[in-house]
């Protein structure tokens, strides 16, 4: 069991580390941040492969990482919201483990991808939740006289949707090309 923990532990920091470098290499093209990005899909073959207590936890290390590596900070709340909480709700991809597993098993190819998709879709909607309540608290400012919560919205869906649309074409392609990486051993299974 220890065995199958420190090997769950490592590949959490490693995919964190991947995620964090995805994330630097961020095509931005919003005037305050943002853009397209795969950073999700670490976080999200984590808490495919491990869980979803894995996956969150993966998702605030790839946040810390993020705030470490000197991101503009305007606020403390904002850490949270930006760069932690928008990062952790990938881990509830973990809520299709099984599913998931299943087609792959089965080798449902149309089921996984359609699965695959709906999860991804779903993750980063809430991601984009986040940001929305972010931005409406955090830059509000920026509006110019328009409701906060529409310039939110409208601000946070244009980098959302083509990474929506990136991430479930990759994520899928992922799994279909190298299955294994979100099925654990029969070893470590048997042990956890």
């Not at 305050?32 to 999700?40: F, R, T």
């Not at 949270?80 to 089965?106: M, Q, S, W, Y």
């Not at 449902?108 to 779903?122: G, H, P, S």
């Not at 980063?124 to 984009?128: E, G, H, L």
């Given at each position: 069991?220890?065995?199958?923990?420190?090997?769950?532990y490592?590949?959490?920091?490693?995919?964190?580390?991947?995620?964090?470098?995805?994330?630097?290499?961020t095509i931005?093209?919003?005037?305050?941040?943002?853009?397209?990005?795969?950073?999700?899909?670490?976080?999200?073959?984590?808490?495919?492969?491990w869980?979803?207590?894995?996956?969150?936890?993966?998702?605030?290390?790839?946040?810390?990482?993020?705030?470490?590596?000197?991101?503009?900070?305007?606020?403390?709340?904002?850490v949270?919201?930006?760069?932690?909480?928008?990062?952790?709700?990938?881990?509830?991809?973990?809520?299709?483990?099984?599913?998931?597993?299943?087609?792959?098993?089965?080798k449902?190819?149309?089921?996984?991808?359609?699965?695959?998709?709906?999860?991804?879709?779903?993750v980063?909607?809430?991601?984009?939740i986040?940001h929305?309540?972010?931005?409406?608290?955090?830059?509000?400012?920026?509006a110019?006289g328009?409701?906060?919560?529409?310039?939110?919205?409208?601000?946070?869906?244009?980098?959302?949707?083509?990474?929506?649309?990136?991430?479930?074409?990759?994520?899928?392609?992922?799994?279909?090309?190298?299955?294994?990486?979100?099925?654990?051993?029969?070893?470590?299974?048997?042990?956890?």
């Open positions: 069991m220890r065995q199958t923990k420190l090997s769950m490592i590949e959490m920091a490693l995919f964190a580390s991947m995620a964090s470098i995805l994330d630097k290499l931005d093209f919003m005037p305050q941040g943002g853009g397209v990005s795969l950073a999700i899909i670490p976080i999200a073959l984590i808490a495919v492969r869980g979803f207590v894995a996956g969150c936890t993966t998702g605030l290390l790839v946040g810390l990482v993020d705030v470490a590596t000197g991101v503009t900070v305007y606020h403390w709340a904002q949270f919201l930006d760069h932690c909480l928008a990062n952790i709700v990938i881990g509830l991809i973990a809520l299709c483990n099984k599913p998931i597993h299943e087609a792959l098993r089965t449902k190819k149309r089921r996984m991808q359609l699965t695959v998709a709906t999860a991804m879709i779903f980063c909607f809430c991601k984009f986040v929305v309540v972010s931005g409406v608290i955090f830059f509000g400012m920026y110019n328009q409701n906060v919560w529409i310039y939110s919205i409208v601000y946070n869906a244009t980098p959302i949707i083509p990474t929506t649309i990136v991430c479930v074409v990759c994520f899928n392609m992922l799994l279909l090309a190298a299955p294994k990486l979100v099925q654990r051993s029969k070893h470590a299974m048997a042990m956890s």
